[in-house]
């Protein structure tokens, strides 16, 4: 069964860090595409960023909002995806989904149940 | 960035009612716009990609026209399971984008 599972959200302040890990279960993890998308009652649905598969490069994709602060990586061995956010502001505050990318297109076809950040003092 | 622009925000409907909802892209996007259903407390989940094409799984009564810069999600026979919020999604260009969302609600 295909199966996304975040964790690691939680409280922090203000220009602390953070770091998400979703575990990937039931897909050839090193062959799939993977991205963090965000959402919040004020603003909705927000992607994130992006990564490829290493057979792609590997490389990254991120919003103009939280690029140079959130960083995407991945771990083939463990099928763990991962989102370091530093230098954190009031307004990541969201639910964070991690999703898996179709291969027929940057559509996000299986997602993860999201897990709750909140950025506070 | 594309904006993605939904209309309406909000509909009140009953079962068995036809409803269409609309998706506009502030620039041409060919059919690389995906469609989702969330229900509250739950992930989105995909019902339609590159504009038309139903992903497995997802009831016919469903269906997404359009090309270019304006796209509809139409739901033919509205079920109770439906009541939810759509949203569209254009995978065209980065950033990603999605729409502000259209809440289908019992009339």
């Known amino acids: 069964e295909e199966q996304l599972v975040e964790s690691g959200g939680g409280l922090v302040a203000p220009g602390e860090s953070l770091r998400l890990s979703c575990a990937v279960s039931?897909?050839?993890?090193?062959?799939?595409?993977l991205s963090w998308v965000r959402q919040t009652p004020e603003k909705g649905l927000e992607w994130v960023g992006r990564?490829?598969?290493?057979?792609?490069?590997?490389?990254?994709d991120y919003a103009a909002p939280v690029k140079g602060r959130f960083f995407i990586s991945r771990d083939d061995s463990e099928n763990t995806l991962y989102l370091q956010m530093d230098s954190l502001k009031t307004e990541d505050t969201a639910v964070y989904y991690c999703t898996k990318i179709s291969r027929f297109g940057e559509f996000s076809d299986y997602w993860g149940q999201g897990t709750p950040v909140t950025v506070s003092s | 960035d594309i904006q993605m622009t939904q209309s309406p925000s909000s509909v009140s409907a009953s079962v068995g009612d036809r409803i269409t909802i609309t998706c506009r892209a502030s620039?041409?996007?060919?059919?690389?716009l995906a469609w989702y259903q969330q229900k509250p407390g739950k992930a989105p989940k995909i019902l339609i990609s590159r504009a038309s094409n139903l992903q497995g799984g997802v009831p016919s009564r469903f269906s997404g026209s359009g090309s270019g810069t304006e796209f509809t999600l139409t739901i033919s026979s509205l079920q109770p399971e439906d009541f939810a919020t759509y949203y569209c999604?254009?995978?065209?260009?980065?950033?990603?984008?999605f729409g502000g969302g259209t809440k289908v609600e019992t009339k």
């Open positions: 620039q041409g996007i060919s059919t690389w």
């Open positions: 999604q254009q995978a065209y260009s980065l950033p990603f984008t």
């Open positions: 990564i490829k598969s290493q057979t792609d490069g590997g490389t990254t």
């Open positions: 039931g897909f050839p993890f090193d062959k799939v595409w």
